[in-house]
């Protein structure tokens, strides 16, 4: 057996104790939360009351759908949460899921239909690339997932809309970061208590998108 195979071995039954250990992993499973990661959310939200009832939310990279089960809770009745994958997604109450990549244009029409021309009131996105273990390779892909949602957000969000997304901290963050403070007034930086110790991941949240005078 290759020594690459038997550190990647290593590594994953170390992630399997830490996984199975984790109290918030223990805790999503008592209170039925598809993922440790509804925590998150939940931390930022309580910080600076981002889901508001009634509220048209858009919810990218959603599965397994720990976020859209806290914003759908949040939204309510009233409210409507459209959640987009590449990956399947179980149905969610008060969840509309959508399939696929959002940077086609099919995917993209589905989602139309479902605003029903409606402005987005905020769009969240927990996604991250699959690791290759090269630290600079998936940096890249993690910035380069960041910037395609902040596209997302800045077209579909109503004037004065946020936008939630995780980031890694390295190359090409303070980059997207002022990037994010041009188009939105104002940005903060959020690392909730259910965000591994180990992680670099922050997300960043920019409130009152800026509107241009053409």
């Given at each position: 057996?290759?020594?690459?195979?038997?550190?990647?071995?290593?590594?994953?039954?170390?992630?399997?104790?830490?996984?199975?250990?984790?109290?918030?992993?223990?805790?999503?499973?008592?209170?039925?939360?598809?993922?440790?990661?509804?925590?998150?959310?939940?931390?930022?939200?309580?910080?600076?009351?981002?889901?508001?009832?009634?509220?048209?939310?858009?919810?990218?990279?959603?599965?397994?759908?720990?976020?859209?089960?806290?914003?759908?809770?949040?939204?309510?009745?009233g409210g409507k949460v459209i959640a987009l994958d590449i990956l399947a997604m179980d149905s969610l109450a008060g969840v509309d899921f959508i399939q696929g990549?959002?940077?086609?244009?099919?995917?993209?029409?589905?989602?139309?239909?479902?605003?029903?021309?409606?402005?987005?009131?905020?769009?969240?996105?927990?996604?991250?690339?699959?690791?290759?273990?090269?630290?600079?390779?998936?940096?890249?892909?993690?910035?380069?997932?960041?910037?395609?949602?902040?596209?997302?957000?800045?077209?579909?969000?109503?004037?004065?809309?946020?936008?939630?997304?995780?980031?890694?901290?390295?190359?090409?963050?303070?980059?997207?970061?002022?990037?994010?403070?041009?188009?939105?007034?104002?940005?903060?930086?959020?690392?909730?208590?259910?965000?591994?110790?180990?992680?670099?991941?922050?997300?960043?949240?920019?409130s009152q998108k800026k509107q241009y005078i053409v």
């Open positions: 057996m290759k020594s690459s195979t038997i550190k990647k071995n290593k590594s994953s039954k170390q992630w399997m104790r830490e996984h199975v250990n984790d109290p918030f992993v223990q805790l999503a499973q008592k209170e039925g939360y598809r993922s440790r990661a509804a925590y998150k959310l939940l931390e930022i939200d309580v910080k600076d009351r981002l889901i508001k009832p009634g509220m048209l939310l858009v919810d990218l990279g959603a599965a397994p759908g720990g976020w859209s089960q806290v914003a759908a809770k949040k939204v309510g009745h990549d959002f940077r086609d244009d099919a995917v993209l029409k589905q989602l139309q239909v479902l605003l029903h021309g409606k402005p987005v009131g905020l769009v969240i996105s927990d996604m991250a690339p699959n690791i290759s273990g090269v630290a600079s390779a998936d940096q890249a892909r993690a910035m380069g997932l960041a910037e395609l949602a902040m596209e997302f957000a800045l077209e579909h969000l109503k004037p004065e809309g946020s936008f939630l997304v995780k980031v890694f901290q390295g190359e090409g963050f303070e980059s997207f970061y002022k990037l994010m403070r041009s188009h939105f007034s104002r940005v903060v930086s959020r690392k909730p208590k259910a965000s591994r110790d180990r992680s670099n991941e922050v997300y960043l949240l920019g």
